[in-house]
């Protein structure tokens, strides 16, 4: 996430505008997979990456949570969000990050389209993962459907109007649309290769994929 700095500008206002330009339909999003993962694992060490202000790791309140985000100023949003928390945050990328020990479940919401090098990244993640852990990821993932190119006009063209108007960041939200990069689902599964697939499945609106994949031994 070479951008860093677009989501430290972006940090104070980031939960309102998601809100916002979403429609709460990320929101909705997270709910969703939090509740299927709490079907798979209900506690443990969990690692949230590109953690933003902190509502996975609020939302699945896990016993000890590795928070893992580059931005400085996002970090300090999701501290006085989770303060009461057994929380540990790392302010680095991904592709380099150490994590102390290893965990039970890694979280990917709405993140590896940030990766630098998602090959990369995941193959670093996947040292601190126990056998039997569980890497969790949901992402916008493209496809040939209309709704998609429909989505897509709306996040290059309205949403940086939307945010923009929020934050006073407007060109900060113009260069998300060039940060996105076009994931397909195959390009995440490739990298899960030794991992045995728990759930794949498209959201709706289906523009997005959940998946959940468990750690074999």
């Not at 330009?21 to 798979?40: A, C, M, N, P, T």
């Not at 896990?62 to 970090?75: C, G, Q, V």
């Not at 990050?97 to 990369?120: E, G, H, S, W, Y």
Request: charged fraction near 30%; include cysteine.
């Amino acid at each position: 996430m070479k951008n860093v700095q677009i989501y430290e500008k972006l940090a104070k206002k980031y939960d309102l505008a998601t809100k916002v330009v979403s429609f709460g339909i990320e929101e909705l999003w997270r709910k969703k997979f939090v509740k299927i993962i709490k079907k798979q694992i209900k506690n443990g060490t969990l690692l949230d990456v590109a953690s933003a202000t902190g509502d996975m790791a609020k939302s699945l309140d896990f016993e000890k949570m590795y928070l893992l985000d580059p931005s400085s100023e996002m970090n300090k949003i999701a501290k006085e969000k989770l303060k009461d928390k057994n929380v540990v945050f790392i302010e680095d990328f991904a592709e380099s990050a150490k994590i102390p020990q290893k965990v039970d479940l890694i979280t990917a919401f709405m993140a590896v389209r940030n990766f630098d090098d998602l090959d990369k990244g995941i193959k670093n993640l996947d040292k601190y993962l126990k056998n039997g852990g569980y890497f969790a990821i949901v992402e916008l993932t493209k496809s040939n459907s209309l709704l998609f190119k429909l989505s897509m006009f709306y996040m290059s063209k309205i949403v940086p109007i939307i945010g923009g108007f929020i934050t006073g960041e407007y060109e900060s939200y113009k260069k998300f649309d060039k940060m996105i990069k076009n994931i397909c689902d195959e390009d995440i599964l490739k990298n899960l290769d030794g991992y045995e697939i728990i759930e794949h499945i498209r959201l709706f609106p289906p523009i997005a994929s959940l998946i959940i994949a468990r750690k074999n031994g």
